[in-house]
């Protein structure tokens, strides 16, 4: 079994600044892509900014110039430092991971259960 646990949530003002983490554990052998994934409010969830093992980015048109996400794979940690937040930004962030797990032949994608942040106008 595998677990991503995400910290860094919180309150903050228009314009200022968020670093979210996600910690994989569990019986883990290799971890490909990792992602961060939002859902606002009466909407559906939304890709924000993925990164593979091999460090190839994409974000979401919407977050692009303001969030930076990075890894750590010694630590199977992704980050996602978040600037210049609007509040628009306003959602659950959850944190995202396909791991092929020790003894297995095929990836599974795993979810964190989220954090909420909140951006006051």
């Known amino acids: 079994q595998v677990h991503l646990v995400e910290s860094g949530g919180g309150l903050v003002q228009s314009g200022g600044s968020l670093r979210l983490s996600c910690a994989a554990s569990?019986?883990?052998?290799?971890?490909?892509?990792m992602g961060w994934y939002r859902q606002a409010p009466g909407k559906e969830r939304e890709l924000v900014a993925i990164i593979t093992s091999a460090g190839n980015i994409n974000y979401a048109d919407s977050v692009k110039g303001r969030f930076t996400i990075s890894r750590d794979n010694a630590k199977n940690t992704v980050y996602l430092q978040m600037n210049s937040l609007k509040p628009e930004d306003t959602a659950v962030y959850y944190c995202?991971?396909?791991?092929?797990?020790?003894?297995?032949?095929?990836?599974?994608?795993?979810w964190g259960k989220g954090t909420l942040v909140t951006v006051s106008s």
């Open positions: 995202n991971a396909d791991v092929l797990s020790i003894g297995y032949l095929y990836e599974t994608k795993y």
């Open positions: 569990g019986s883990i052998s290799r971890i490909n892509a």
